[in-house]
């Protein structure tokens, strides 16, 4: 293991309640990795045999299929009824009334009264040796067919996007619990000692609607947290040395400092100023490998026209390439966000005919590109790529407020949509999950946003019902109470 | 002879006293809490307590595994291990039987434990906390250890008071000594960051080391608590409790006005308001004895804002009651987590999983918080309202012609123009024809439209007072009484505006379904939003010639946007509600209904204390209350040395942390409650008189074996400053703090694209003048995207109550103090003072570094500097370009104080200077 992450895991067990460390043994990681530990569990008085080696052994508890995961989330959630779920029946039913059977007992976010069916907009055919669906939006993706695992049978609790992303990113609509990527480090620790194991790129404008949480610590010690590396302005909040300050003297005040807080230790003997120093060196890594990983200046003309990028722009087609980027660099977990998704028909822009479309054109390629680039560089066999959003979209059209949308939209739909991985150990050109001939509901080996978390953790080498932390006198897990491995997707 | 007999008798002694206290020796029974309850946690509790009770077994509370479960047989059978069901399953050799199923089984010891618990009769207990705070003696510093000069005599010359007695006895237990006091200017600076969370100043410093006098450092502390900073200070600490923010939260994430309840926290701490006292008016102002206008005193109501800092939820399609209730859930929780050091959460689904507290509990305890008014809505009513000019004219007006022509209304006046309470939100409303209930919190209805209010009580009633808005003209509203068609008791002709109108209705006693019905012919499209109606008494006076002037300014108080806050106001008769258990916390699942009670396992509740928030309040108050005194002191103890005597402060249950010091939590619980008299100033000053606290922090060798968390307090406290603290001393220290105290959040210049929400077209607009420079309590806390530097420094977000911020040391803190345009700011404001002061670069170094350390600096650490600073130097006259550059905020432009401010820079970023030591 690098030696700054034990310093670091080294500084957080300072930090953290030893107790939860000691609690931990028994349980998950504990066991397997903290073996001198288990001496001391229950005792809450010894403390000296805790080493930074001992809370470092970051061993999964099985043979991780993925070691670094990429996860794609398209914030507002497109429709699968343009994109992968094929409903022919759907067309026939274009321009009718709602089945009431739809609509009994159901909450919607905008719908009212009775809406209309509304017929797949997309021209849907099949693809690559496995003959997966899909449409006329995603013309790059269909070169890739035989990389990826559609699930088409993804349902969730909640139907509004801040809870909806809070429930698939950390397991609970609620605030406050850790995300998936903080969870992964956690978990697995970091691999690159001069960047973060977490990183979050966000496009599209904004941020996704419930904010930092989606990509928090929680209860975790905040070193787990997802550090959002921004596309405008600094990469890393305050990386850039103030102007007049060139980097020979940035080193040489690291330096000063660094030994000022060594004379500092000798006298006072607290370890914690020995961490100080370490993340002091760290930060000036940091300061050099952040915008250096984030400069794709340097990618050959052609990588660049893979993904349709130039240099310098702030794209969704840019934060994929730097995810790859990224990987290559053994962060273990990279977080892309892309908002502008929500397509309800109420403007140009955000609706299911036209806006969707553009959104495609921005993100069509550079993901096909994405899922190439890897595999040519050997490196999608061992990193997960999970696409989706927070929910999907309803086979009627939205009637806001009971009028005729201006524009083909759909509501927020929270009992079916399609979510698709590829690489980091699932099957290659496979679909899991139907649902009914509407696209309404799942029918067929349903897929809750539990059982995706527990799947993701099971590429990435961990029983989601193990893996715990303990929290308010309860061991909090990922996927709370529920979830289910889907085995049938892994390869 | 004979001394060589009594040193022979003292180390029997000794010995004999420290096996004791390892417990179970010579013959001491089993104690339940220490040896058998963790136990019982560790491997029976997961599925035979609160939350399974598998094969109906459970050891949860004492009658519970007194009696037989699934099988008929008892699994604790007192005095008789071997009849003991639980013993045969732990020892049984059959892996069907075998307890724990499936689990690490238990060891030998572990075995002994219970059988001999089990033998003795399995006394049951209550876990520590949960036992009545009785006073303990405080430990005698003449005992048998230096009685035989077997130890260091010092002991009663360093002891300063009863703290230090209870910490030295814990201290020779684990055969550590104490250290030497601080020097004066490290001591000063800790108790200063302490109390007030900013460094001394310079003056105070020396003012402090020259004082000859025995009582210099008292007069030091009596002076800090005094001053206006403390407030702010503990503010600070409170914000986090009560999940304080100046937006609502949730995905849109808006702005809300709550900094009168900051200030009134901090106007609180500085008045040193007894904790009880304000406790009480936190959790029930509203319910405090009303002022002369028959309305509760400003201040307690906005106090109240303590519980109105829950979120809320303006997203379209969400409901409102789901979202209320999550408030009162939240309102729950942190009622137990602030006061009670219990994490309540888990009851809401089923009993405790370890402490016996059963899941009806809950919700007999959100009983109490479940009539609040508030319900969700967009808008955040019921808010105090403040009027201001022309408007505080109209009320008076309005109080003044009711005090003379019907006292007895003017309560309901006063109140209604106060709060707007009662009054009906509209999504309660039941939907009719042509009419909407979504989006946020309004009713919107257009041309043959209607809707139904459900069961209004009209026997008081002469008025329908309703906030209405719409673009249509001519549109006509009507109320019809018991059903769509029934008799029609008002007809409003609704105005082109947001406004609130008033109108008469027809008389009719007794609860009546409401049909509201519109007709809008001229624009049958534009909807007709309602926010809320109320039906109340006429104003008195009616025959009088002013009378419509009056009612007109009635009207025009009410509609007019003022300034206003969130409170918390209690629902009366039909609007009390009727509390019901969540079947497995499911808000729409609902149980059995419920009365306000408290849970049986704390102190019960006393007859004389009303069954309303206001009871409650004094419940957790009361002096029977094992919880509140321990908790609370243990949360001003952690505050100062970075650790709580428990060190989960917020869970005082099974599953939290022993106590390292329990006496002497007891002792200072005790003594906050009885002889303070709830003075959190006397209980901080009792602490930092202590000689515990005045120690200096230097670790070494043994001490960091021994103790290396040092939580035998062997060393004084060496924790690294707070978010707040961190900011707001590099502004001190720099002379660019402004003092000024209260009002709305400030914006400090942050970097840009933080914030970025949905659906608001809020923005940061950074502070001018003296609010850039303003402590860090005052910064504008919006809950999806805090202040950037704060989380780096381990603030939360304040989405819900977090008691303790676990410190992390990060790469991006480094960041911050390195390169924050604040930190820079400050490093050339000091290297400006630096080089006015000496005329050498080591003397304006050496002055720096006193300015901030507010010590000497070492040769060897200004060797370091002056080398950085020559460097710089030599650099700055290399590249004069570089010098405007860097030098942004003054007008001295030179290679000089370029060079300074870079080394200020580094000082800035010492671990000495980021840490309280």
């Known amino acids: 293991m690098e030696k700054l992450l034990k310093e670091l895991q080294h500084a957080d067990l300072q930090r953290q309640t030893r107790r939860h460390f000691l609690q931990s043994c028994g349980f998950g990681l504990g066991a397997l990795g903290l073996g001198s530990l288990l001496s001391s569990c229950g005792d809450s008085t010894a403390g000296t045999d805790i080493s930074a080696e001992n809370i470092l052994a970051k061993i999964p508890q099985f043979a991780p299929k993925a070691k670094r995961v990429i996860y794609i989330h398209m914030a507002g959630a497109p429709s699968q009824l343009e994109l992968f779920d094929y409903k022919p029946e759907l067309v026939k039913y274009h321009g009718k009334d709602c089945p009431a059977e739809f609509l009994e007992g159901k909450k919607f976010a905008f719908i009212q009264g009775v809406p209309k069916m509304l017929g797949p907009q997309g021209k849907f055919a099949q693809y690559g040796q496995s003959g997966a669906w899909m449409s006329d939006y995603v013309p790059y993706l269909q070169t890739v067919a035989d990389e990826i695992t559609f699930v088409k049978s993804m349902h969730t609790d909640q139907f509004n996007h801040a809870p909806a992303q809070l429930l698939l990113h950390t397991g609970s609509a609620r605030l406050g619990r850790p995300s998936l990527g903080a969870w992964a480090v956690y978990g697995l620790g970091s691999e690159n000692k001069n960047l973060p194991g977490f990183i979050v790129l966000a496009s599209g404008g904004r941020q996704p609607d419930a904010g930092k949480s989606v990509y928090g610590s929680g209860f975790l010690p905040s070193v787990y947290q997802g550090v959002q590396c921004r596309t405008g302005g600094d990469p890393v909040l305050y990386v850039t040395d103030p102007s007049g300050m060139n980097r020979n003297m940035r080193k040489q005040t690291i330096e000063a400092i660094n030994e000022i807080n060594r004379q500092t230790y000798e006298d006072v003997q607290d370890p914690e100023i020995l961490t100080r120093i370490s993340q002091y060196e760290m930060a000036f890594r940091m300061q050099m490998s952040v915008p250096e990983v984030m400069d794709v200046s340097k990618e050959p003309q052609f990588i660049l026209d893979m993904y349709g990028v130039k240099p310098g722009e702030g794209t969704f087609a840019m934060n994929c390439l730097l995810a790859r980027k990224l990987v290559e660099n053994d962060v273990r977990f990279v977080q892309l966000f892309d908002w502008g998704w929500d397509g309800h028909g109420t403007s140009a822009g955000d609706n299911v005919e036209g806006g969707l479309r553009n959104k495609c054109q921005l993100s069509d390629k550079p993901i096909a590109a994405l899922i190439q680039d890897l595999k040519m560089r050997g490196l999608l066999e061992e990193t997960l790529i999970v696409w989706g959003a927070e929910f999907g979209r309803t086979p009627m059209q939205e009637n806001r407020n009971g009028l005729v949308m201006p524009y083909m939209g759909r509501d927020h739909h929270l009992d079916a949509f399609t979510m698709w991985m590829a690489g980091g150990g699932v099957k290659k050109g496979y679909s899991h999950g139907e649902t009914d001939e509407l696209g309404y509901y799942g029918v067929k080996d349903r897929v809750h946003v539990h059982d995706l978390q527990a799947t993701i953790l099971h590429l990435m080498g961990f029983d989601h019902e193990k893996f715990t932390y303990p929290f308010q006198g309860r061991n909090f897990r990922l996927t709370d109470t529920e979830g289910k491995v889907v085995k049938q997707v892994i390869a | ?917």
């Open chain 2, 1 to 917: 002879m004979r001394n060589r007999v009594y040193i022979g008798i003292g180390v029997a002694v000794i010995l004999m006293s420290s096996f004791t206290w390892s417990g179970g020796w010579f013959g001491q029974k089993v104690d339940y809490n220490s040896e058998v309850k963790p136990i019982l946690n560790k491997h029976c509790m997961g599925c035979h307590g609160g939350v399974k009770k598998a094969g109906d077994v459970s050891f949860l509370f004492e009658h519970e595994m007194l009696e037989p479960g699934k099988s008929g047989k008892v699994p604790v059978v007192r005095g008789d291990a071997d009849a003991s069901e639980m013993i045969r399953r732990i020892l049984s050799n059959d892996p069907d039987e075998k307890m724990p199923k499936n689990g690490t089984p238990l060891t030998e010891d572990e075995i002994g434990t219970l059988k001999n618990w089990i033998n003795e009769g399995a006394a049951w207990e209550k876990h520590w906390s949960y036992k009545r705070i009785e006073k303990p003696e405080v430990p005698s510093l003449n005992n048998v250890w230096n009685l035989f000069g077997l130890l260091d005599t010092g002991d009663k010359k360093w002891a300063k008071n009863e703290i230090d007695h209870f910490v030295l006895k814990k201290l020779k237990e684990k055969e550590l000594s104490v250290s030497p006091e601080a020097d004066r200017a490290t001591l000063i600076r800790r108790v200063s960051l302490d109390i007030t969370g900013l460094p001394p100043t310079e003056q105070e410093v020396s003012d402090f080391k020259n004082d000859k006098s025995e009582n210099a450092y008292e007069k030091v502390v009596d002076r800090l608590l005094k001053s206006q900073a403390y407030g702010e200070r503990w503010t600070s600490m409170w914000m986090d409790l009560a999940r304080y923010a100046d937006t609502k939260g949730y995905e849109s994430d808006g702005g809300r006005t709550m900094w009168r309840y900051r200030d009134y926290v901090v106007k609180s701490f500085n008045e040193d308001k007894p904790f009880d006292q304000f406790t009480i008016e936190q959790l029930a102002g509203d319910l405090l004895p009303k002022d002369q206008n028959g309305f509760p005193k400003e201040q307690n109501l906005i106090a109240t804002g303590f519980h109105r800092n829950t979120m809320t939820n303006n997203e379209g399609g969400t409901d409102d009651e789901e979202f209320r209730t999550a408030a009162q859930i939240d309102r729950v929780n942190t009622t137990w987590e602030v006061w009670q050091g219990t994490t309540f959460a888990c009851i809401q689904c089923h009993s405790h999983p370890y402490d016996p507290i059963p899941h009806e509990d809950y919700y007999k305890y959100m009983a109490y918080f479940n009539n609040s008014r508030d319900e969700d809505v967009w808008d955040e009513w019921p808010k105090l309202r403040f009027y201001k000019g022309e408007d505080s004219a109209r009320v008076e007006r309005v109080k003044d012609w009711i005090k003379k022509y019907n006292p007895a209304q003017e309560a309901d006046v006063n109140q209604f123009m106060r709060v707007m309470e009662p009054k009906i939100n509209a999504h309660n409303f039941v939907k009719g024809d042509e009419s909407t209930v979504h989006l946020i919190s309004y009713y919107a209805v257009k041309d043959k439209g209607n809707a139904r209010i459900p069961q209004v009580d009209l026997t008081h009633a002469d008025n329908v007072v309703m906030n209405v808005s719409t673009k249509a003209e001519k549109a006509v509203l009507k109320l019809h009484l018991d059903k769509l068609d029934g008799p029609v008791i008002s007809e409003i002709k609704v105005p082109v505006r947001d406004t609130v109108v008033i109108a008469p209705i027809s008389k009719a006693a007794g609860k009546h379904d409401i049909y509201l019905s519109l007709t809008s012919p001229k624009m049958p499209e534009e909807w007709v939003r309602i926010t809320w109606a109320a039906f109340q008494k006429a104003l008195p006076g009616k025959d009088q010639p002013d009378y419509a002037q009056i009612v007109a300014d009635y009207a025009t108080a009410l509609t007019k946007s003022t300034e206003s806050m969130p409170v918390i106001w209690e629902g009366k008769g039909d609007f009390a509600r009727k509390t019901h258990v969540f079947v497995r916390g499911n808000w729409m699942v609902k149980g059995a209904e419920v009365k306000p009670d408290v849970p049986k396992l704390l102190a019960p509740m006393p007859k004389e204390f009303s069954k309303d928030r206001l009871g409650l309040a004094k419940w957790i108050v009361n002096r029977e209350n094992p919880l509140t005194g321990r908790v609370i002191v243990n949360r001003f103890w952690e505050q100062l040395f970075g650790r709580g005597l428990v060190e989960t402060v917020e869970d005082f249950g099974s599953q939290g942390s022993e106590p390292t010091h329990q006496e002497l939590l007891d002792w200072l619980a005790v003594k906050f409650m009885e002889e303070d008299h709830w003075s959190v100033k006397k209980l901080l000053k009792t602490i930092v008189m202590s000689a515990t606290y005045q120690q200096n922090s230097k670790s070494d060798k043994v001490r960091q074996e021994k103790d290396p968390y040092n939580i035998w307090i062997s060393r004084g406290p060496r924790v690294r400053l707070s978010a707040e603290q961190v900011r707001d001393q590099a502004l001190a220290c720099s002379g660019l703090i402004s003092d000024k105290m209260y009002g709305p959040s400030v914006m400090p210049p942050q970097p840009d694209k933080i914030w970025q929400s949905p659906y608001s077209g809020e923005s940061w607009i950074v502070s001018e003048g003296p609010d850039r420079y303003r402590r860090g309590v005052y910064t504008y806390w919006k809950r999806t995207a805090p202040y950037p530097s704060m989380t780096t420094f381990d603030a939360p977000s304040r989405e819900f109550c977090q008691s303790r911020r676990i410190l992390t040391n990060t790469p991006l803190q480094a960041l911050v103090t390195l390169n924050d345009p604040v930190y820079l700011e400050a490093a050339e404001k000091l290297a400006g003072t630096m080089k006015k002061r000496g005329k050498t670069p080591e003397q304006q170094l050496s002055e720096g570094y006193r300015m901030l350390t507010f010590q000497p600096i070492e040769a060897k650490s200004l060797n370091v500097l002056l080398k950085i600073y020559q460097e710089a130097l030599t650099n700055y006259k290399k590249t004069p370009s570089d010098v405007d550059s860097i030098l942004v905020y003054g007008k001295e432009k030179s290679p000089e104080l370029a060079a300074l401010t870079i080394s200020a820079n580094v000082m800035l970023n010492l671990d000495n200077v980021v840490t309280k030591e």
